[in-house]
């Protein structure tokens, strides 16, 4: 399970996804999608991963919501979310920060950032990132990336990269 940033949803995964509502229990949502969830730190975004990367966003009734899914299969059907549809590169990890940046990893890929509908990728050959093999991604509350990889962790905030290593960080 994965509580949003408020406390006041919980998305849990198997089959499907499920939103509950954590006052009253009920459920409130049920996404034709498997994979881990994570929230945005905002906690108007779930991210699905899995075979493909899935990315809803939640707004209070009658405000505009999207969903965006960034591969081709598996379209889940929510009543009145509208559907946005962006070309991605290659990734099956994602999450989502307050700044509505979309961060997709993929192991031998790096990270790919999808920033007012332009995406950039960084790798280790045109940035300090570690290496190409991100195996998870993280943000946060300060929405900096923290990225897995096999040879240790990087971390990037939009223009600085950390990293750490058996080797630096003991």
């Known amino acids: 399970v994965a ?8 998305a849990s995964f198997g089959n499907e996804v499920r939103l509950w509502d954590v006052r009253s229990g ?8 498997r994979g881990t969830v994570t ?3 905002d906690g108007t975004m779930l991210g699905i991963g899995g075979d493909q990367l899935q990315l809803y966003a939640l707004a209070e009734a009658g405000s505009a919501v999207r969903y965006a899914h960034v591969t081709e299969v ?7 979310w509208s559907k946005v549809d962006y070309e ?22 790096g990270i790919s950032v999808l920033s007012n509908d332009n995406w ?10 570690l290496e190409d093999y991100v195996t998870t991604v993280a943000l946060d509350p300060d929405d900096r990336a923290w990225l897995g990889t096999r ?6 905030d939009g223009e600085t990269w950390l990293n750490f290593t058996p080797e630096n960080s003991g």
């Open 3 to 10: 509580w949003s940033p408020d406390g006041r949803l919980i």
């Open 26 to 33: 009920q459920e409130v949502a049920q996404i034709a999608a």
């Open 39 to 41: 929230w945005s730190p």
């Open 74 to 80: 598996n379209e889940a059907d929510i009543t009145g």
């Open 88 to 109: 991605t590169p290659a990734g099956m990890m994602g999450v989502v920060d307050s700044a509505g940046r979309i961060w997709i990893g993929s192991p031998g890929d």
């Open 120 to 129: 950039t990728t960084y790798t280790a050959d045109n940035s300090d990132l």
């Open 151 to 156: 040879e240790g962790i990087s971390i990037f």
